[in-house]
C-alpha cells in the first residue's frame, strides 16, 4: 500500500524542503511537486541537486521545481541562502511563503567545529533551521496558514540538553550530539508556537522513524558505516515519513491539533524533557546569541 492515502491539495502553494538533494527530503520535493506544489529544494552539492531534479522531473513531468545550493553548516551560507529564496519567490510572482521543511541533517562521527566555531552536528542539525528559518519569518508570516516542519528523530527521547554547552560539548560524543540536535528540533518548535502566539507560520516536528536512507555513510568512518548498514536495512522506505510531512503540511486539522510532534501522519508525544517551555526559551535565546541575531533583524 502506498503511504500517501488522503488527498491533499498543495497547487498555489510555495514550499522550500532544504536537504532536498537524498533521501527523505528527496522524496518529499517529490511528493510536494505530485500535490502540485512549486518547490524550492536545497543542499550542499550542485551535482546531487541537479540529478534530483531530473529524478523528480522523470517522475513528476511538469514539477515546478528549483534548486538552491548552500552549505547550511555556514551561517553566511545561510543567509545568502534566505536572501536568494526571497528572489526566487519574487521572480515567482510571490512575496510569501507557504511551507519550510527543515530536513536536512547528518550524523557525525567525530568532533569537527564549523568556521563558526561551532559542532558540526549542531550547526547543522539544529542552528540552520532555526537561523533559516528566523530570516525567513516575514516571508512565512506573510501567508495566512503557513508552517514550519522540521525533521527530529526518537533519538530526542531519554536525551538532556545544556544551551549553555551549545557551541561545543565538553566531551564529544556522536549519538549523543545527534540525540541533542533532534531534541533542539523539537524544542525549537514548541518555542516558536509560543513566540507565534496562535498566528501562523505554525511549527511542528517530524519523528520520521528509522528510514533506509544513507545518513549513516557519509563523511563517517568504517565502524559508523558498519552499524549504519545493518540498521538502515531495518529502515521504512522515505516515502512513510514523506507522507507524514505532507500530512502535516496540508491538514487543516494540524494547527487546530495544538500537537507539536507528529509520527506516521498523527500526533505523538514527545519526551517531558521536548516539552520544558523554560529549556525552550533559554535554547532560543543562546541559539540567537550564537547566530549573532541578539538583535532580531527588524531592529537592524
Ligand atoms: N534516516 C533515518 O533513519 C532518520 C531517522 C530520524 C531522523 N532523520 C532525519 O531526517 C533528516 C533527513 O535525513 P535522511 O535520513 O534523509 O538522510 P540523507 O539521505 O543523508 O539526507 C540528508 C540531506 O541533508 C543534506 N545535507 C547534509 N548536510 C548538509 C549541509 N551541510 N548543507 C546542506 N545540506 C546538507 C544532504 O545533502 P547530500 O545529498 O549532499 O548529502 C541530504 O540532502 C535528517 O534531519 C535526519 O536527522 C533520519
Not at 211 to 233: C, M, Y
Not at 244 to 259: F, N, Q, W, Y
Request: aromatic residues 6%.
Amino acid at each position: 500500500m502506498r503511504p500517501m492515502e488522503k488527498s491533499f491539495d498543495l497547487s498555489n502553494k510555495l514550499a522550500v524542503i532544504t536537504g532536498a538533494s537524498s533521501g527523505i527530503g528527496l522524496q518529499t520535493a517529490l511528493e510536494f511537486c505530485r500535490h502540485g506544489a512549486s518547490v524550492i529544494g536545497v543542499a550542499r552539492s550542485p551535482q546531487r541537486c541537479e540529478e534530483a531534479r531530473l529524478k523528480i522531473l522523470s517522475a513528476c513531468p511538469g514539477a515546478k521545481i528549483l534548486y538552491l545550493i548552500a552549505d547550511l553548516s555556514l551561517q553566511s551560507e545561510i543567509r545568502r541562502l534566505a536572501g536568494d529564496i526571497e528572489k526566487a519567490l519574487r521572480q515567482q510572482g510571490s512575496s510569501g511563503l507557504d511551507i519550510l521543511v527543515n530536513n536536512a541533517g547528518l550524523f557525525m562521527d567525530s568532533l569537527v567545529l564549523t568556521e563558526d566555531g561551532i559542532e558540526t552536528t549542531i550547526a547543522v542539525n539544529h542552528l540552520a533551521p532555526f537561523l533559516l528559518t528566523v530570516l525567513l519569518l516575514p516571508l512565512l508570516s506573510a501567508r495566512p496558514d503557513s508552517r514550519v516542519i522540521t525533521v527530529s528523530s526518537g533519538s530526542h527521547y531519554r536525551t538532556w540538553l545544556n544551551p549553555a554547552r551549545l557551541r561545543r560539548p565538553l566531551i564529544f560524543n556522536s549519538l549523543w550530539a545527534y540525540k541533542v540536535s533532534k531534541l533542539a528540533n523539537v524544542l525549537f518548535s514548541l518555542e516558536l508556537n509560543i513566540r507565534q502566539a496562535g498566528r501562523a507560520p505554525h511549527a511542528f516536528a517530524v519523528d520520521p522513524g528509522l528510514v533506509n536512507t544513507d545518513i549513516g555513510l557519509k563523511g563517517t568512518g568504517p565502524l559508523a558505516r558498519f552499524v549504519w548498514r545493518q540498521r538502515q536495512k531495518a529502515g521504512v522506505d522515505p516515502a512513510v515519513p514523506a507522507a507524514t510531512i505532507l500530512t502535516v503540511a496540508c491538514d487543516p486539522e494540524a494547527p487546530k491539533s495544538g500537537a507539536v510532534y507528529w509520527y506516521l501522519s498523527a500526533p505523538m508525544q514527545p519526551s517531558r524533557t521536548a516539552l520544558n517551555v523554560e529549556l525552550a526559551e533559554r535554547l532560543w535565546q543562546e541559539s540567537s546569541r550564537l547566530c549573532h541575531l541578539e538583535k532580531q533583524p527588524k531592529e537592524e
